[in-house]
């Protein structure tokens, strides 16, 4: 299999924004996750770009303009509580210092990610800063307040006529799939939680879309404890029904890191290496795919998940021993990549051998009704909005031979051993 050009997506700011104490979700599991990929030295294996800003008509391609007017103008403490329920914010959706700055850098990350796919410079573009599912067109749900997903999904649709869109976050995708329940241009599939009002609570097998979108939403609903095994089983066998009957041109993966066990809210009992399987499968797949983060709410466990995913998306093996890294203390006591199972809580597998076959059997009885998957009429395509990446670099610094934009793009040949590219100007491609 040979390696492909990969993009990956990075900014110091994102990790410096809090939704509270208490709130499970913690932006700075991007500065540990990113450090993590860097002391392994996978960044050499990718071009890193610094993310485009999206603006608030960036974020109208979807949502409600008066939401978004709403993001942009309030912080905290200085909106009533009615004022905040209008749009449904609070509790899990608060607003913190920075909020819309950290709406835009995320967004924009994943924006520039589709573009860079539309426009071939990469075959897989990487932003775990991405991945907000639940955002819907009118307000914030889950922790998440702007559907980055939806607006990159958006963008992929100028050039390509049909997006598969694949989540295995332990929550349902039930944002993404609402945004594209009535048309056949994007399929969405979700594995995920569901029942005994697990959130968002929708995700049943019986969601297949509307209207033109009829057979092209599928949901897994699985029960709590599913293992590897029965996980990849079930993941290769749908994924392998879509790819047939569905035929996407690109695909997203929101690979939400809460299926992972041990995870502060989810259920689930994957491994690593199991969780990367899946990723591993969309990779080998050969289409242009935009990978984005999503949940994740036991730090270490996302930092060590998004890093080994990066490490088998550059084809690169990675030694089990964490390298030395400022948040070495993360990592304690056994500073593994692949922690040891027995420490998390042992949640038995509910999911029966007969269990998993039915809903295998109802996702194939679904994806064979679009076996005559969509041949979209492409019209002009919009131009791109973008700024050029190299046109928003800083003013050069002429005591630098080589600049940050071009050190970025350097990758690093799989036959080269040396690590001092800086001195190397012919190395630039
Ligand atoms: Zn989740």
Redesign the pocket.
Known sequence: MSTKRVSYAFCEEVGNFHYGSFHPMKPHRLAVTHHLVMSYGLHKKMKIFRPYKASALDMCRFHDTEYIKFLQNTVPNSVSIHDQRQFNLGDDCPIFDGLFDFCALCTGASLEGAQKLNQNLCDICINWSGGF?HAKKYGPS?FCYVNDIVIAILELLKYHPRVLYVDI???HGDGVQEAFYTTDRVMTLSFHKYGENFFPLSGSMYEIGIDSGRYYSINVPLKEGIDDQNYIHIFKSVMTYAMEFYRPTAIVLQC?A??IAGDR??LFQLTLKGHGECVKFVKELNIPTLVLG???YTLRNVARCWTYETSLLVDEEIPNKIPMNIYMEFFKPDYLLHPNNEHFRKIDNANSKHYIEAIIQHTYDTLKMCQHSPAVQMFDIPANVLIDEKDRSEEPNLDIRINQHDYDNLVEKNNEFYDDEKESDDKKN
Do not use: K
């Open positions: 599912h889950g976050d332990i929550h939400g809460d299926s809210l989810g999503g949940g994740g």
